[in-house]
């Protein structure tokens, strides 16, 4: 049954701790795709307790990495299919959509009700032409998809759209070393959410897999993978809500050990973009530390999100909290995550007198309106991070309940053993 979580912190707004993040999900999402397609030659260390990560493994696992390699005429002719359920898992969705169809076998994949309207037809579409045998096993365009793999490659020559989800790239591009021909992606439209592609292929790169990446064609030849093991590293967007602490709290000093400053992760760019609201980031022997400064910058520039689209919940909340009138861009693929962002975004920014409206593509927070007041109960719909946005509004508002308080396990199952670390007080109703 679901829970509230009740959130408040107690006198002065002074927060000192350390928190051990765990692995980021992208990066172990990937390395436990990239290990299974390597038949196990690749091992991945600081697996991450995300459920997102823990279901992944646990299907990869069930399945089991025999008749991972296309080529042969190896298809079941079975009519019972097997039942993939990635429940809320985006990249689980995309990736093992890519990794089914190169697999001897016969899946059902599917998700939640939301995952069914969490469009997947551009990856489908870009599959069917390589060769695999893919339906829709609802509606078109969308999971549930079955798969009869492996598949036989009909060309290594396919368009794909760049400016719905990055996800799709990043599966295509996966599987592309052990198609007998290669893959040859021409990216059409811009490719959003671009630091994702990037950190596929560096985590490729470092298991041998070689690319070329010329405009807006990305080449995969055949290869084999290297032996060796892929380390993950905490979660920075997990750390943009300490960020968010931080920048709430009168004073903070918050230690976020293992954080490299150069990561793989596009949302550690959180780090110059906290810089308007007046927090410093600094290295430290361990790991990272972040301070608040005590000062935020007027800022009059629009905020282009498109390439950390994970931090945008957490930045237009701390910015409407802080009662900053800003503006940013790139935010047109949150309607299609978890839930619709910008909707689940306006709702609960009324609670606190604040509006968030689109102009051409330009969403503009109005605070002129904003007060706190005594307590304000937020929704979650089903996302993790509507939870771990509005939550550290406690410092500001004398209690915050927030629905659905298990929703943070999809990426961050620590979430409120953290924030009571660091001295807020969770009650549960
Ligand atoms: O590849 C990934 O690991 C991800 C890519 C992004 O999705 P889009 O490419 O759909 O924006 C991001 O929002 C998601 O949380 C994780
Ligand atoms: C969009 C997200 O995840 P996914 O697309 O993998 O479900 C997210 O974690 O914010």
New binding site residues.
Partial sequence: MSKNALVSFKGTKNINTEIQLTGS??EC??ALIISALSKKLVKVENLSNAADTVTLNGILNKLGVEGNEPGGDSKLKTANSELVDVGPA??AMRFLSAYLSAKNGNFLLTGTERMKQRPIGILAEALKTIGADISYAESEGFPPLNIVGPLDQKTAQVKIKGD????YI?ALLMIAPILPQGLTLEIEGEL??KP?VD??LDMLAEVGIKHTWNGNLITIEPQVFKPGTLVVEPDW?AASYWYSIAALADEAEIALPALKEKSLQGDSQIKNIMKIFGIATTKTDKGIAISNLGLTLDTKEVLDLKTC??LAQTIVVIAAALGKNMAFTGLE?LKI?ETDRIAALQNELAKIGVTLTEDNLVYTLNTDNLHFPDKVTFATYEDHRMAMAFAPLALLINEVEIEEMQVVEKSYPFYWEDLKKAGFEIGIK
């Fill in positions: 999900k992208s999402n990937r985006g990249t719905i989800s990055s996800q990043s959003t959410s994702y950190m596929t967007s689209p994970d693929t995550k």
